[in-house]
């Protein structure tokens, strides 16, 4: 197709524009087939609350926000359509909800006939609209759109738009957002400056917006999944395909000729090339959206794989795409977003010898439609979705029993989930190390910022690192319920076949099937399976739970009471962890805490001597053989980057142990745990108890936290020994004191000593004291102290041990990029070993004066990043 300007040209890019809008008639009518009743009112209905703003209407904003579509005219069919939304009001909860109306039946008719009367006011202009338009982007209308899948939409607007403007715009999208939450359908929107991919990525990460991750590759899957619900016209499918290289060039020369007004399109920009720096970025976004919707991600990561294996003569799908609308015929099976990614990527692994891999894309591309293949089909011809995935599963030689499991995903338990999730993590694993290996052998600099990547890099690590005492989720929406009817737990002691500790089967008790029963779950400490069952949704209220004990105060009254507990006070689904979570050092939000849950010392009193109205005993060390009355201590907490862990502590020390190791996981001026629970499970003194190591943990946790608290030491006696906690800036120490000689000797000792963070030549006097609050054990932790010509680097290890580099020369922003770099690296290769990656990269903040000369610490940012409006 070769194009030319003058008499020809007009002709051709209107019979591109008119087969452009007989593509998106197709696919919206293909998108709305699969839509339920609510997500159809709401696909229909979100384009005209942007088109209004109006008090009568849900996303109404006060001020002068931004309203009307170009190139939008809302006929007779959409204006009822608005009318008809107030009859819903009558509903309780969930419509009333859903909407910002006035619900009082009275009110309906008058609400009704001024919107009706407003609608039929004259609009603005459509040179006055303030929204260049609305895209949806994503799957939505692709082969890969599903019941769960969301509605993501382009919000357009002029770059010239007043920040104020911008951000009552953002207010009113959050509004609409809220009112489709009311119909259970998930909204999201992304308010898009026309010159997004013409300027530098400066855009902020959130939960759903990818940041500086990636920048061009997101232009590229807008433009090969963008549907146009509302306003102009993309520009960049009029372009001839072999006049990318001079996409700019060639458009101006269209205006500049008089054939295009610029006033009609929408113009992103089109494709020059894709610096190889965005593929780690964009690989680590889809790692992070793949903690929730895994088979996508397997997709697109392997994807960022393919085209960085291509580099630098990467062709884009969104290419392929535009190509192949222009040449052939509109048909939805060739110009299928999804259908393209999976052939790319076919092709990729295919020309690697990568057959594994490709079985798993194969796998996820089917369970990411739910056609379910092995169901009878009622209509006569099939869809279109249906014909195609058939001659897919018939090219890949699937028989069907493999379709039929697939098939019934919903149905997976715990087995198939578990097995589902490692090979789906591990495929996500090795396109990763491929990625990095490739910014390595190209020796990019990383466009993502700093800020960014540890954000990225720490929900990574929150989701997917697997370590001791951690409760590992298995069903990232692989199977809606894992719940089982029968969980056994059963304890093998020391110095048998088996390891000690503690086995987990789905399954009763009876012998014949438990012998043919798999472990499902090993561990030391029944708390950590428990906890496990727990956040993986394998108990329920009616599961039955069975107790073999071998060795520990554990009885099945103890057992059911546990977690029941549990259950009551520790929710499963909480809020993602916000950016600002993970940009600190993390804490201990939620603490549940279980004593003498394997061991009770007071289980032998069946008539104690020692009566329980003896109020004062102490606990700690208790009546005339000074026995501690606390044996083991359970802890399952959650912290700040929503990350669940479990510990146990069962020994003479266990309240030490416990104490010291709490107070270890909290910094000094951090915040206190948002709640904390306690339950004790003794036979005796179960309200003492509770009460006494409540009161001592909550004493502790303050003098740790206390900014005020300076080198204060505390004695604590369990049982017949003594013990001083000594509180300092840089962390809690415990010392074994024989007796009162030593006890003043250490104290003295303390005060004389050095500190373990000991920097000299700090240029602020305070310097100390911040880092010495922030440093967090096991983490590495960069701060820059910023004088007026320069900065200090001050480095603590994992080990909180400082190294300080003064008066550094070089810039922050190439030192961060290099230290990432280096520690993405250099993890790769030190867990070679054991194939596990580890995303734990270091945090980085300054530390400078304020204006009325108090010390500030705070996150690092990159001077190159600015905060867009």
Known sequence: MKWVAGSLLNPEIKRLRDKADELTRLRIQSAELLMNADTLTVFRTFPLLLHYNHPSLPGYTKGDTPTGIHQFNVNKKQKKQLAELFPYQEEPQKKAQATNLITKPTDLKIQLNNLLSFQDEPQKKPQQADLIGLYAMGSTASIGQSSESDLDIWICYPHQMDK???????????????????????????????????????????????GTSQHLLLLDEFYRTELHIAGKRILWWQVPFEHEKNYNEYVKKLYDNGGLNPDDWLDLGGFDRIPAEEYFGATLWQLYKGIDTPYKAVLKTILMEAYSWEYPNTELIALYYKKRFQEQQTDLEYLDPYCLMLEKVTSYLNKINDFKRLEVVRACFYLKTEENLSKICTLNPPTWRRQVLTKFVN???????????????????????SNAKDILLDTL???????????????????????DLGILSRKLYAAHESLPGKVDLINPKISPDLS???????????NRKNAAG?????????????????????????????AWCHMNGL?????????????SDLVDKKLNQFIQDLYSVFPIYIPKASNNALSRPCEIKHLTIFLNLERDPTRHWESTSESEDDQQGDIFSYGEDKECLIGSIDLIYRNSWNEVRTLHFNSNQSVIDALHTILGKMHQGACPPEQIDLFCYSCQFQAQISQAFKSKLNEYIQLRLDSLSQRSVQTLKTGEENFAFYFEQTGVSVQHLKNLVDIYSHISNKK?????????????????????????????????ENYHDGFNVYIANADNEIETLHSFTGGKDDLVQN???????NNNEMNKQDDRINFNLPQFYEIELSDNKELILSSFTSTTKENEP
């Open 429 to 451: 694993m090795a396109s990763y190390s491929k990625l990095l290996r490739f910014a390595r052998d190209n020796n990019i600099e990383g466009s993502i910022s700093a800020e």
């Open 819 to 825: 230290v990432n770099r280096f520690y993405a690296s």
């Open 502 to 530: 503690w086995y987990l089967y789905n399954c009763s008790l009876d012998s014949f099937t438990l012998i043919n029963t798999p472990t499902l779950m090993y561990a030391k400490y029944i708390a950590k399976l428990v």
């Open 395 to 417: 090219r890949w030689d699937w028989n069907k029993d493999h379709i039929a499991d697939l098939d019934n995903r919903k149905k997976w338990k715990v087995r198939a989930v």
């Open 752 to 784: 004389v000593s050095n500190s373990a963070l000991n920097l000299k030549n700090t240029y602020f006097d305070k310097t100390v004291s911040i880092i010495g609050s922030h440093i967090s054990e096991g983490i590495v932790q960069f701060f820059f």
């Open 539 to 551: 108990y329920e209220e009616e599961t039955q739970l069975h107790l073999y004990n071998q060795g």
């Open 484 to 494: 089982e009817p029968d969980l056994s737990f059963i304890q093998v002691p020391k």
């Open 164 to 210: 104020q403007r911008v951000q009552l715009l953002k207010n009113k999208s959050w509004l609409i957002t809220h009112w489709a939450e009311g119909y259970g359908v998930e909204l999201n929107f992304f308010l898009i400056p026309d010159n997004k991919f013409r300027i530098d990525n400066k855009s902020d990460m959130t939960m759903d917006a990818c």
